[in-house]
């Protein structure tokens, strides 16, 4: 049976409910689902060109069944029922603007992109969820970053009124929509903006959020700091009920060291988050960590419990601040997820070959093996240094060959990862996205032990 949640507000620092109530929302982020990613879903480089890619070799209708297919099995009820039984009371839905409209006919919205968030909304009535929608890829890229479709390394949205006006447009159909639904949280307008100073950023968030408030004075409006949603310097209230959002990696989600140890444990984490969380108490507004995360693929058991134990010490760090928190990501192919999938499953089976050329090559920025691909770039890196001298500061040409190489190899293996997929019918295509099914994943328990935790 449908449950009606309660109308969310702010007061003071805390969110709370109708009732004055104040709400922890803890969470999970659903990447992967209605915006994908490289590391979360195996292919390389970046959404929309790998989709072309997959157009040429199975033609626009497979390619779009096949788009259907994975994420008809990616998210389903069974994925929210667990989700609300390990303890967690929302989640938050990363999404591409192309779920919604086509470049050759901005604010001409697709009906699909709102009946994904109908269902879900459906779904999350009915377990006790709430819900945040997160433009996580908006019109002319927010940041330069493959999380935003952005094959580019620029972002176009800060500085072109057309794409500001596209974006403004989107979140006030949306906002109209689900003025009067209180299983959405509330909007968060785009993902860890990298804009080109602080007046900027302020001045886009008091566009979007002027829109919004024409159609909808209910709902939270979650605004992030600059760059990645780290830095808050300059950024004002510009609502009555606002949640500012931050994100946090450290060095223990990632290192092949086991945690803790003198360089990385609860007193480093909670130095790092220190600024995040001085700012939410200076402001008087509440303070939600809506992106945190580890690698959990280690093959070092050590390592790997590290890991969990650094996940456990970053939430009780939020907990204890007053802060809501979600993490990344709930499902991938076994990398960050809560579930991931199996590896003797047809797609995993299928793409392997070019996974294993994606992981040789560090094709991935965010899963690769950093010290192995600077070994095998430097001879590039070091000719530009050579040729370039002082002109240029070496972590500039650092930064710039890196991406250029990632990009490079990305592009290259988007036609042969494409290629695994060729003569596939329909009912195959189907019968492979069901290894995505969550019956079919496998569970990594120790975090789901994590969430149960902190949900007592």
Not at 131 to 140: K, P, T, Y
Not at 223 to 245: H, I, P, R, Y
Request: aromatic letters at 12%.
């Amino acid at each position: 049976m449908a449950r009606k949640l309660s109308w969310l507000s702010t007061r003071g620092r805390d969110i709370v409910n109708e009732a004055g109530e104040r709400v922890l929302l803890k969470g999970y982020c659903l990447g992967g689902w209605l915006n994908t990613e490289n590391f979360i879903n195996g292919y390389p480089y970046v959404d929309h060109l790998y989709f072309k890619a997959l157009s040429r070799v199975l033609g626009a209708a497979r390619a779009e069944y096949y788009y259907d297919r994975q994420n008809e099995y990616s998210m389903r009820e069974e994925d929210i029922a667990f989700l609300a039984e390990c303890g967690t009371n929302c989640v938050r839905v990363p999404f591409n603007y192309r779920l919604f409209e086509e470049d050759m006919s901005p604010g001409d919205y697709r009906p699909a992109g709102f009946a994904y968030f109908d269902r879900l909304v459906r779904w999350c009535k009915r377990y006790g969820l709430y819900i945040i929608l997160d433009l996580h890829a908006a019109q002319g890229w927010q940041n330069p970053d493959w999380h935003c479709d952005n094959p580019a390394d620029v972002c176009l949205l800060y500085g072109h009124r057309d794409y500001r006006d596209r974006l403004t447009g989107l979140w006030r159909a949306i906002a109209r929509r689900y003025k009067d639904e209180p299983t959405i949280a509330g909007y968060e307008p785009f993902n860890e903006p990298v804009a080109p100073d602080v007046d900027t950023l302020q001045g886009l968030y008091e566009e979007v959020v002027a829109e919004i408030r024409k159609v909808d004075k209910k709902h939270l409006i979650f605004l992030e700091g600059n760059m990645w949603g780290t830095q808050f310097k300059g950024l004002k209230s510009c609502d009555s009920k606002l949640v500012w959002a931050c994100h946090i990696y450290t060095s223990s989600d990632f290192e092949n060291i086991p945690y803790p140890h003198e360089g990385s444990n609860p007193e480093t984490i909670a130095r790092s988050y220190k600024p995040r969380a001085d700012f939410a108490r200076r402001q008087g507004q509440p303070m939600w960590c809506g992106e945190f995360g580890a690698h959990h693929h280690a093959k070092d058991p050590a390592v790997k419990r590290g890991r969990l134990h650094t996940i456990d010490d970053q939430i009780t760090l939020f907990e204890g601040h007053g802060h809501s928190w979600s993490m990344w990501t709930y499902k991938d192919v076994g990398i960050m997820g809560l579930a991931t999938l199996d590896p003797r499953s047809d797609y995993m089976r299928r793409t392997a070959p070019v996974r294993r050329l994606k992981e040789k090559l560090g094709v991935d920025q965010w899963t690769a093996d950093r010290a192995g691909f600077a070994k095998w770039i430097k001879p590039i890196a070091e000719r530009v240094k050579k040729t370039c001298g002082r002109r240029v500061s070496e972590e500039a040409i650092d930064r710039a060959v890196s991406r250029r190489i990632r990009d490079a190899c990305g592009m290259l293996l988007m036609e042969p990862f494409a290629e695994q997929f060729r003569g596939m019918s329909k009912p195959q295509i189907d019968s492979m996205m069901k290894s995505w099914k969550l019956a079919n994943c496998r569970i990594n328990r120790g975090l789901a032990a994590i969430l149960k935790k902190h949900s007592a």
